[in-house]
């Protein structure tokens, strides 16, 4: 039995001498913040009731915590000046070795930065998160290094992942390879340009709303969003868990599949999102083709809020022209794919409040492997630094704290009941169809906004093209972005939807559709 003294209380300073050290206030303050109506010899008493919780609270202190494990040695660490990092997209570069054989020896990745490196700063695009250095490999990572990839370094991302624009990082904006005057696409804004240029072969990014999808479709990569769980996300930051997602991105639909195949699978209970994933040879059945399969053209994603008729037609042409590879192309309608969008923003109101002002950055992880290092740093530093939110986050928060205040989680709790209807309508529309088509966002990239730009031009650009992508976050359907092309020198996504643990349909659509635009 450990014994804890009271003169080894360090955690907090709040023994049975609480009272005598002027404590008391905290304990008004809580019973106020809980409505109990609780009179001095009240607060007295139960100041007394605590002594046993502190000395719990310090056990678990004293304990040695189980860590990720760090297998690989660190390269030398490199802050790429301006000149040598072109489009803004790098935030760290290094050279991680992992084995020297494996599924992915001589392939290059890059890791979004929002994804622990032990060893290599974590910024999370937002100066609250500065200064912090994990010292544990997410998972992901730990599973390329395993088979043999080679990580180059940490690539920008987004101000806390909360942008499908590129410019709300602290670091600035990353600039799309296609004309710099324009967005790359967010949150794994870094990964797609690093990609795209050609300085890197792949990159694993976060997907809430579209955050692998939307800057694979401004910037002309291929990027999938998984089926919810597949992937786990132990050790990255999230925003919400219902919502959160790790998922490849590369230059081919090959590469996708391959890294898709070496970065899924259960994760020994490290992550409470997976419920004993399906995990398949995706490198192997990405090949497969498309004959007999069966593509529903979703009407109402190609008349979204800000949609562009150049994109809408070349997503509807390359769509047809999958019919002369053995598709069979039908045109079908999903009322509720107009509103499905909003749904998800509303059910995820109270979990990222949750996640920004309470449980930090792995959120309420029950059960589930926790990055204590960076809780304790985002807590102190969300504190201090709070003004430094980007006006993304603190327009979401705000309208969160009033809605918790006035209705408590009902709203979000009501969404979430609705988040099973859409599930249900997509799961019919898929017993119909093999995959959804769609446009992955209504428009090609935005322009950058100026300097001087005002919060909600900053605003306004930053939350336009979820409409297509960010259904599927919420119900959890695995979805790619698929280049397909060009319109006025920016790139097209077209994207695919498949049913839950079909990922390999989706592939295998993807597939279909480089093949047919290469020939």
Known sequence: ???????????????????????????????????????ESEISEYSEFMDGLIAGVNLVESLDEPKLPTKYPRGELIRPAEKENRYNAWFWKCSIKG????????KSVVIKDNICVAGVPM??????????????????????????GEILGKA??????????SHTSATGPVLNPHDVAYMAGGSSSGCAALIVSGECDMGIGSDQGGSVRMPASFSGCFGIKPTYGLVPYTGASGIEQSVDHLGPMAASTKDCALLLEVIAGFDEGRDPRQKNPITKKYSELYQKGVKGM?????????????????????????????GGQGAIINRISIPEHEYAGTIMLVSILDGTLSTFTEQGPNGPNFQGHSMTEAIKFYYSARREKANLMPVTVKNFLLFAKIMRERYGNYYSAKAQNQVRNINNIYDKALGEQDLLLMPTTPMKAHKLPDKNATNGEIL??????????????????????????????????????????????VLRGSQAIEELLAS
């Open 99 to 106: 084995k020297s054989e494996g599924k992915l020896a001589g």
């Open 1 to 39: 039995m450990i014994k804890i003294e009271k003169t080894k209380i360090v955690l907090v300073d709040m023994s049975a001498t609480l009272i005598h050290h002027g404590h008391i206030r905290l304990i008004k303050k809580a019973a106020s913040d809980l409505y109990f109506d609780m009179d």
């Open 123 to 148: 910024m999370n695009g937002s100066n609250v998160f500065e200064g912090l250095i994990p010292d544990q490999d997410a998972t992901v990572v730990t599973r390329v290094l395993d088979e043999g």
């Open 156 to 165: 920008v991302c987004e101000n806390f992942c909360f942008s499908g624009g």
């Open 294 to 322: 069966r593509i529903g053209l979703v009407e109402e994603s190609f008349a979204m809020p800000g949609h562009e008729e150049d994109v809408s037609n070349l997503v509807r042409e390359t769509a047809h022209t999958l």
């Open 460 to 505: 306004g650009c930053a939350l336009d093209m979820l409409g297509n992508t960010s259904p599927f976050d919420a119900t959890g359907h695995p979805s790619m972005s698929v280049p397909i092309g060009k319109s006025e020198g920016l790139p097209v996504g077209l994207m695919l939807t498949g049913r839950r643990t079909e990922d390999d349909l």
